[in-house]
């Protein structure tokens, strides 16, 4: 099998780049239909929603869509610290706008929920959020996610834009972490 050492941690092959541009295409066909009419602000969260976010937004036909950049932080290493920073804030005026976040990867969900908090502080008139991967299994708060490319269980991931220790995302597929 093919697979890849990063640091400490050797991982396998998960996901196809195959599987997720398919995966990717049907989350933006439903957004396409769903926001048609609403002038659209999507909010890629950095670092890890990168990749995600530049094949999702090129999939939009929404004419007047627009795309900005905001910067959170919860994982240290593999694990979700439940403790989410905004390193990056948003300058974008979103009051009355319809905003799409847009995530890597929802875990625990804390991250999103708090980024959602946030943002409804700004009177948008709706947050969507699509994600590329849900964890469903470990999800531990009650936030509503409303595209979800890929389900996929607990285990550690990287690639397509998804790190450990701020490598691998440069990997076109995604891996799993091999337990020894
Ligand atoms: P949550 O707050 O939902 O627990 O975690 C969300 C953030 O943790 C994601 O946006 C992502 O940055 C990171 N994360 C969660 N699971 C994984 C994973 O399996 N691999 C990587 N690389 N990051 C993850
Ligand atoms: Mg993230």
Redesign the pocket.
Known sequence: MNTIKLKDLTFKPYISSAEIATAVKNVAARINEDLADKNPLFIC?LN?AFVFAADLFREINIPGAEITFIRMK??IGTQ?TGE?QMVSGLYEDISGRTVVII??????????LQLKEMLRECNPADIKVATLLF?PESLKCDVTIDYVALDIPPA???GYG???ENMGRNLKDIYTIVQD
């Open positions: 969260v890890g919860s994982y979700s989410v995530e890597d990867i929802v875990d625990s969900g804390f991250t999103l964890k550690f991931i990287v998804l790190d450990y």
